[in-house]
Structure formats: C-alpha cells, structure tokens
C-alpha cells in the first residue's frame, strides 16, 4: 500500500439552486455519484483546479467560485485523499460527459435530495452539516 496523501479538488457548481453531479465510472470511487473535479496540479491554485476540471469534464463555465471546505477522506482500499471543496456558480454551457469513461452523465440535484450512493468524500462533507447555498 503506497503512503501518499493526494490532495484533489471537488466542485460544487450551483445552478437554479440545484448541484450538479453524475455516476462516476473510474475504478476510484466506481458507481458513486461525484461532483466535478480531479487532482490539484503543482503550483496550481484551487480556483484554476475548479475551472479546469469543471471545464475538462462538463464543458461548462463556472463564475464566483470561492472555497467550501475540506475532508480528509481515507478509503477502504488504503487510498488517502485530502478532498478541497470549492463552491461556484454555473455561467455557460450545457453539462455533457466530455470524459465518459470516467463519469456518466451529469444532472441537478437539490441540495436535500442527493442520489446515493454518493463518493465518500462527500458522505465526510455532509457529516460536517456543510450546506453551500448557505455559504
């Protein structure tokens, strides 16, 4: 087991008051429902993750974005992550699967009513009572 604690970066893109999320199909996290995002690259700042990411996966353009929170999330399989949450708002486009091996397709959910089973860094983000409309 190798003893690397990865950081990644999750973004919670906000639209009509709904997040969007989708079905991740990589073998990290396989069937669990993910919001965008990936790993932080060297020298690379959390927002500039966030649009990268959010862009890369989705296609779409995001604005506001502002930091959320943080989880320190440990797998079963002896993966560590440290999970950075940005929150922002969707600015353009139309979510499509633009890495399809990686994700299903993307849809809204309310905030209240999240599909399950969800990616656990964010069941770690929910125990800590995190609401991002009420940032």
């Known amino acids: 087991m190798e003893k690397i604690v990865r950081s990644g970066v999750s973004v919670i893109i906000i639209k009509n008051g ?8 990589s073998r990290h996290g396989y069937r669990t429902w993910g919001f965008p995002g990936g790993h932080l690259e060297h ?4 927002e500039d993750c966030a649009i990268r990411e959010v862009f890369e996966e989705t296609s779409l ?26 929150v922002c708002g969707w600015k353009s ?33 929910l125990k800590q009572n995190f609401h991002p409309l009420e940032q």
């Not at 709904?18 to 991740?24: D, E, F, P, T």
């Open 18 to 25: 709904k997040v969007l999320l989708a079905k991740r199909l």
């Open 43 to 46: 020298l690379e700042s959390f």
């Open 61 to 86: 353009k995001v604005k506001n974005i502002r930091f959320g929170s943080i989880t320190n999330d440990i797998f079963e399989s002896g993966k560590h992550y440290i999970t950075i949450f940005m």
């Open 93 to 125: 486009g139309e979510a499509r699967s633009m890495e399809p091996e990686k994700a299903g397709e993307w849809d809204w959910f309310e905030w209240e009513n999240l599909p399950k089973p969800l990616f656990l860094p964010i069941v770690n983000l």
